[in-house]
């Protein structure tokens, strides 16, 4: 256990609707990341917070993905219509940006869209 | 092309076997970790190393800015190190993490 949760484990979806994450970091990391894995694949970089801002978002992050940190705690990732190729382990990480910003990773989401 | 590339992509070793998985990036880093992911997806973080050498246990990572290469070694492999091993890049424009597939390493006893 690294001290990131993840809530749910799966989510088994039907195509077109609407699905959210929510990811609680060690409390005292500042930075919050989330990534999408496929089998076989490398996690890829969704989008990141610091405190309460999103920071940077991946190109690849189309209009359907939001996310938010609204009080600089937990964070939550919502898919709006989800597609069949949304289906993928969403995985979130925390950092504290005054250290070495080593990643630590929660057990990730897996979502599988029918 | 993947900024982070490793190799092997699939490596199967004895027991006892001291093993080597590289990798290389393309990208100005500010930082390079390596992770390790066990079936059903949990990643625990093994290394963070910007410059020289780590060691922790019977793990040992070394990376060369210069040549822009980084090597996770595993001395006298175990059954339980059989994993995926992943090498992720931080890039030294932002706080983006670049990662590579990975190299899924199976010991046999």
């Known amino acids: 256990d690294t001290g990131v949760s993840q809530d749910p484990r799966h989510k088994i979806t039907k195509r077109g609707q609407n699905v959210t994450f929510r990811c609680d970091p060690i409390s005292e990391h500042n930075r919050l990341y989330w990534y999408r894995q496929t089998l076989g694949q490398g996690p890829e970089f969704l989008t990141y917070?610091?405190?309460?801002?999103?920071?940077?978002k991946s190109r690849l992050l189309s209009d359907r993905f939001s996310a938010e940190r609204p009080k600089g705690s937990f964070s939550t990732l919502e898919i709006q219509r989800t597609e069949q190729g949304d289906s993928a382990m969403y995985l979130c990480a925390s950092s504290f940006s005054g250290g070495a910003n080593e990643q630590f990773f929660g057990p990730g989401t897996r979502l599988t869209v029918l | 092309k993947n900024e982070v590339e490793q190799s092997p992509q699939n490596l199967t070793a004895q027991e006892g076997e001291f093993i080597t998985i590289n990798c290389s990036y393309s990208v100005g880093i500010s930082a390079l970790h390596w992770l390790q992911q066990h079936p059903g997806g949990g990643i625990v973080s093994l290394f963070m190393l910007s410059s020289g050498k780590k060691k922790h246990g019977r793990l040992i990572a070394t990376i060369n800015i210069q040549e822009k290469h980084s090597s996770l070694h595993i001395t006298a492999s175990h059954p339980r190190d059989s994993a995926v091993y992943i090498c992720a890049v931080r890039l030294n424009t932002g706080n983006q993490f670049y990662f590579g597939t990975g190299t899924s390493l199976t010991v046999i006893p």
């Open positions: 917070f610091q405190n309460e801002a999103q920071l940077e």
